[in-house]
């Protein structure tokens, strides 16, 4: 069974930071993609952060210089470093890998999210 736990939402003050992270667990051979999205109640989902196997990032204009995506291998958790937050920040952020491999096949998994709430 192959899961991802997200940790590290909260409320925060705008111009603060945050540390999300998940983790993948389960027998895992790999993971080949692995990102951040997030939704705001009326809005739709959008891609905030990814990073494939190789270590390639790419962000989103609205985060791009204050968020950074970041993995480790070895423990098949990803994270994302959120600094300079704003209201407009505040989302259910969910995680998502994909070409995850475990038991000889590839998945596409997603976290249950979690809540980052920006105060102004």
């Known amino acids: 069974q192959v899961q991802l736990v997200e940790s590290g939402g909260g409320l925060v003050q705008a111009g603060g930071s945050l540390r999300l992270s998940c983790a993948a667990s389960?027998?895992?051979?790999?993971?080949?993609?692995m990102g951040w999205s997030r939704q705001a109640p009326g809005k739709q989902r959008e891609l905030v952060a990814g990073i494939s196997s190789g270590g390639s990032t790419n962000y989103a204009d609205s985060v791009k210089g204050r968020f950074t995506i970041s993995r480790d291998n070895a423990k098949n958790t990803v994270y994302l470093q959120m600094n300079s937050l704003k209201p407009e920040d505040t989302a259910v952020y969910y995680c998502?890998?994909?070409?995850?491999?475990?038991?000889?096949?590839?998945?596409?998994?997603w976290g249950q999210g979690t809540l980052v709430t920006v105060s102004s």
């Open positions: 998502n890998t994909k070409g995850l491999r475990a038991n000889g096949r590839d998945f596409e998994v």
């Open positions: 389960g027998t895992i051979l790999s993971i080949n993609s």
